[in-house]
């Protein structure tokens, strides 16, 4: 018996896309006090319904906003959470020329709290401006983000003596409170971005949260019941999808690892509704974990690549399905890009056109492997 998947859809996508260039150029000139913030939410309107028409266009039923409000996918939100600090990422270049990002470690100085409506005014202009029959889908950051790469050290201990339950709870209600104000809106479609879970995949991250003072065969479980707090919490109705990433910043990757070592805990434990897993190439592994996926649950499968522009052949992503659909029945599966194509403002090093090309391969297959429901 098929499950129902509206949403996820079968046609699916992780959430950012590149930014135009004029909005580029309306960022840099609000940046330099050359226009206000309205004049600048102005230019992000229209680049925003554009993005909503190119959705709509190639036929994807989950529309989100391509992420054009946001400087960084994660950093843009969590500072808005009360209690939390954070420095602007660095942009690194390497003697070898390679470009990298330095993300910064999220500082919690205080008691964690929603002290305001943080996505709601960009759902609603969202909600107003999509077609009958899109479902309109916000995407935030994982609140794990607020534990990785800080651990204890990142979490005042005046706060916080103790990390659970306080801390936890903590920011699973401020996570909550903000559900709910868009659920209020009409929101029913939320997926939480993750690199962390990802990370424990690979073996030079594990040992950073080993030096941290963090077991990483402990935290993919501690994670698991962290964000099970906010499941927990959320508004009846919505679904909530987790994406799982290794890195986006310009095409570049910050790990790599098969998710084996955090697939029990991930999929078996955390009660999400959806997965959007990264399996665009050999740093994702194999599918073999997707056998500990309930049968109540979802797996997108981000197997077509947003970091460069060449393009999959349909039969070698149909050739995947069917690898993967011999450890999760084909109507538990999904199919979508590997992540956003511009996690952060800078984009990745993709022309406009391979990313349009790239969305209507998930569509075409998708139709094909699934038909149009």
Same mark, same amino acid.
């Given at each position: 018996?098929?499950?129902?998947?509206?949403?996820?859809?079968? /046609? *699916?996508?992780?959430?950012?896309?590149?930014?135009? =260039?004029? %909005?580029?150029?309306? &960022?840099? @000139?609000? !940046?330099? $006090?050359?226009?206000? /913030? *309205?004049?600048?939410?102005?230019?992000?309107?229209? =680049?925003? %319904?554009?993005?909503? &028409?190119? @959705?709509? !266009?190639? $036929?994807?039923?989950?529309?989100?906003?391509?992420?054009?409000?946001?400087?960084?996918?994660?950093?843009?939100?969590? &500072?808005?959470?009360?209690?939390?600090?954070?420095?602007?990422?660095?942009?690194?270049?390497?003697?070898?020329?390679?470009?990298?990002?330095?993300?910064?470690?999220?500082?919690?100085?205080?008691?964690?709290?929603?002290?305001?409506?943080?996505?709601?005014?960009?759902?609603?202009?969202?909600?107003?401006?999509?077609?009958?029959?899109?479902?309109?889908?916000?995407?935030?950051?994982?609140?794990?983000?607020?534990?990785?790469?800080?651990?204890?050290?990142?979490?005042?201990?005046?706060?916080?003596?103790?990390?659970?339950?306080?801390?936890?709870?903590?920011?699973?209600?401020?996570?909550?409170?903000?559900?709910?104000?868009?659920?209020?809106?009409?929101?029913?479609?939320?997926?939480?971005?993750?690199?962390?879970?990802?990370?424990?995949?690979?073996?030079?991250?594990?040992?950073?949260?080993?030096?941290?003072?963090?077991?990483?065969?402990?935290?993919?479980?501690?994670?698991?019941?962290?964000?099970?707090?906010?499941?927990?919490?959320?508004?009846?109705?919505?679904?909530?999808?987790?994406?799982?990433?290794?890195?986006?910043?310009?095409?570049?990757?910050?790990?790599?690892?098969?998710?084996?070592?955090?697939?029990?805990?991930?999929?078996?434990?955390?009660?999400?509704?959806?997965?959007?897993?990264?399996?665009?190439?050999?740093?994702?592994?194999?599918?073999?974990?997707?056998?500990?996926?309930?049968?109540?649950?979802?797996?997108?499968?981000?197997?077509?690549?947003?970091?460069?522009?060449?393009?999959?052949?349909?039969?070698?992503?149909?050739?995947?399905?069917?690898?993967?659909?011999?450890?999760?029945?084909?109507?538990?599966?999904?199919?979508?890009?590997?992540?956003?194509?511009?996690?952060?403002?800078?984009?990745?090093?993709?022309?406009?056109?391979?990313?349009?090309?790239?969305?209507?391969?998930?569509?075409?297959?998708?139709?094909?492997?699934?038909?149009?429901?």
């Amino acid at each position: 018996m098929s499950i129902p998947l509206n949403p996820p859809f079968r /046609a *699916e996508h992780v959430g950012s896309f590149l930014r135009p =260039a004029y %909005l580029l150029e309306a &960022r840099a @000139q609000k !940046e330099k $006090g050359e226009i206000s /913030a *309205e004049q600048l939410r102005e230019v992000e309107d229209k =680049a925003i %319904l554009e993005i909503i &028409r190119f @959705q709509e !266009e190639l $036929g994807f039923k989950g529309i989100t906003d391509g992420e054009f409000r946001r400087t960084y996918f994660h950093v843009d939100f969590l &500072r808005q959470l009360g209690g939390v600090v954070s420095e602007i990422p660095a942009v690194i270049e390497r003697p070898n020329g390679k470009i990298e990002l330095a993300p910064p470690i999220m500082k919690v100085v205080d008691k964690v709290r929603h002290v305001r409506d943080i996505q709601l005014a960009d759902f609603q202009f969202l909600k107003a401006n999509v077609a009958q029959g899109s479902v309109p889908k916000v995407t935030i950051p994982s609140p794990t983000m607020l534990h990785f790469r800080g651990g204890r050290a990142g979490i005042s201990k005046e706060h916080y003596p103790v990390l659970d339950p306080d801390f936890y709870d903590d920011v699973a209600q401020a996570y909550a409170d903000e559900l709910h104000s868009l659920a209020a809106a009409g929101c029913n479609y939320v997926q939480m971005d993750d690199t962390n879970l990802a990370y424990l995949c690979d073996e030079r991250m594990r040992e950073a949260a080993r030096q941290r003072g963090d077991d990483p065969n402990e935290l993919p479980h501690r994670y698991a019941d962290f964000i099970n707090r906010v499941v927990a919490r959320k508004p009846a109705g919505m679904r909530l999808g987790i994406h799982l990433c290794r890195g986006n910043f310009r095409s570049t990757h910050a790990a790599a690892g098969n998710y084996e070592l955090v697939a029990e805990a991930l999929l078996a434990e955390m009660n999400v509704d959806a997965y959007f897993l990264e399996y665009d190439d050999d740093r994702s592994g194999d599918f073999r974990p997707l056998r500990f996926l309930p049968k109540n649950k979802v797996a997108v499968l981000g197997l077509i690549t947003t970091k460069f522009g060449e393009m999959e052949s349909k039969d070698e992503i149909k050739r995947r399905i069917d690898e993967a659909a011999q450890y999760v029945p084909l109507e538990q599966l999904a199919l979508s890009p590997q992540c956003g194509f511009s996690s952060t403002v800078h984009g990745n090093d993709i022309a406009v056109a391979a990313q349009r090309q790239k969305m209507q391969l998930v569509m075409e297959v998708a139709r094909e492997v699934w038909g149009d429901a």
